[in-house]
Nanobody, 122 residues
Framework: QAQLVQTGGGLVQPGGSVRLSCSTSGFSLEYYAIGWFRQAPGKEREGVACSSSSGYNYYYLDSVKGRFTISREVTKNTVYLQMDNLQSDDTGVYYC???????????????WGQGAQVTVSS
C-alpha cells in the first residue's frame, strides 16, 4: 500500500526554523513529484513548495521564497522541507503529497501524508 509518512513540526518562535520530512512507503520516490501543502485555520489549503520527479525543478509559493527549501534524498525515499525565518502566517497543518506526472494543483496528487502541525508563536 502506497503511503507517505511525515515527521517533524511543532511549536517554534518567530524567526525560528523547522524541518519536515516525508518518506515514501510502498513506492519509490524517484518517479514522483512531491508537493508540500499547508492549511491554516479558516483558510483554504495552499501549495507551498514542490519538487519535480527528476529533482531538477523546484517551485515555491511567493511568500516562502528565500525562507523555505525543498530537497529530496532518493536513496532514503525522503523529501524534506526546511523552513527558516518562520512567521506567524506560516502556522498551519503541513501535508506532503505525491504526484506521478509533475508539480500541479492539489487535486492531482494521489497519495497524501498524515499532516504535521507547525505553530509559530512567541
Amino acid at each position: 500500500q502506497a503511503q507517505l509518512v511525515q515527521t517533524g513540526g511543532g511549536l517554534v518562535q518567530p524567526g525560528g526554523s523547522v524541518r519536515l520530512s516525508c518518506s515514501t512507503s510502498g513506492f519509490s520516490l524517484e518517479y514522483y513529484a512531491i508537493g508540500w501543502f499547508r492549511q491554516a485555520p479558516g483558510k483554504e489549503r495552499e501549495g507551498v513548495a514542490c519538487s519535480s520527479s527528476s529533482g531538477y525543478n523546484y517551485y515555491y509559493l511567493d511568500s516562502v521564497k528565500g525562507r523555505f527549501t525543498i530537497s529530496r534524498e532518493v536513496t532514503k525515499n525522503t523529501v524534506y522541507l526546511q523552513m527558516d525565518n518562520l512567521q506567524s502566517d506560516d502556522t498551519g497543518v503541513y501535508y506532503c503529497a505525491a504526484e506521478t506526472l509533475s508539480c500541479g494543483p492539489a487535486a492531482r496528487y494521489e497519495v497524501w501524508g498524515q499532516g504535521a502541525q507547525v505553530t509559530v508563536s512567541s
